[in-house]
């Protein structure tokens, strides 16, 4: 099977600028992770999708970042405007049953920001 | 907030040991999993094992889980220099909304 897509692979930003990161996930998987990466530490959990409905964005910075899922596939992150605290990978996840199942990562979008 | 922590942050040893990595958590959890992930790329699923299993296995892997310690412990058995990786632990609550949430990983580095 293929694997969860994402791109760009890198982006470089200045801060105040916008950006939008894109990911497709595995086909048939109907849960859908956004996690930030900081260097040096572990995944932190942005926003979960269940199809095209978010289950948790606890953690998203609402007045700056954003997160779609179009028709329950797709979806798109996006951050306005960037902080030089952005600068991270931001990884997509997908799962087949939620919590109950593996998630399988894309290879993430390292974001500079400066 | 990060509820696994593992167990060494890292980890050097030479090729053919074992490596032990623990990790410990604070509630009680539906399931715990285990990642790796190499420089510059994705985590890949390693093992998941639920909360009424203690020993796993596949391949050079093993994993257990004691629940009444609230730790769990992945072991790789004759490393190899590929197995140079970042290793993450995620949990996942029981009971409320099933969360899964990373600890900051051990560092493992398995020199030729």
């Known amino acids: 099977e293929a694997g969860v897509a994402q791109s760009p692979r890198y982006k470089i930003i200045e801060k105040r600028q916008s950006v939008a990161f894109w990911c497709n996930p595995i086909s048939g998987h109907a849960t859908l992770y956004w996690y930030q990466q900081i260097l040096g530490q572990g995944p932190k959990l942005l926003i979960q999708f269940q199809n095209n409905g978010v289950v948790d964005d606890s953690q998203l910075p609402k007045d700056r970042f954003s997160a779609e899922r179009l028709k329950g596939v797709d979806s798109t992150l996006k951050i306005q405007p960037a902080k030089l605290e952005d600068s991270a990978v931001y990884l997509c996840?997908?799962?087949?049953?939620?919590?109950?199942?593996?998630?399988?990562f894309g290879n993430g979008t390292r974001l500079t920001v400066t | 907030s990060q509820q696994g922590e593992e167990d060494p942050q890292a980890l050097s040893i030479q090729e053919g040991e074992n490596a032990t990595m623990n990790c410990s958590y604070k509630t009680s959890i539906n399931n715990l999993q285990w990642y790796r992930q190499n420089s510059g790329r994705g985590l890949v699923h390693l093992i998941l094992?639920?909360?009424?299993?203690r020993e796993k296995h596949s391949g050079r892997l093993r994993v257990t889980l004691d629940t009444s310690k609230k730790s769990s412990s992945l072991l790789i058995t004759a490393s190899r220099a590929a197995d140079t990786a970042s290793y993450f632990c995620a949990t996942v609550p029981s009971g409320g909304y099933q969360k899964v949430t990373f600890g900051i990983g051990t560092k493992l580095q398995v020199i030729p």
């Open positions: 996840a997908s799962s087949l049953v939620g919590f109950r199942s593996p998630l399988h």
């Open positions: 094992i639920r909360s009424n299993e």
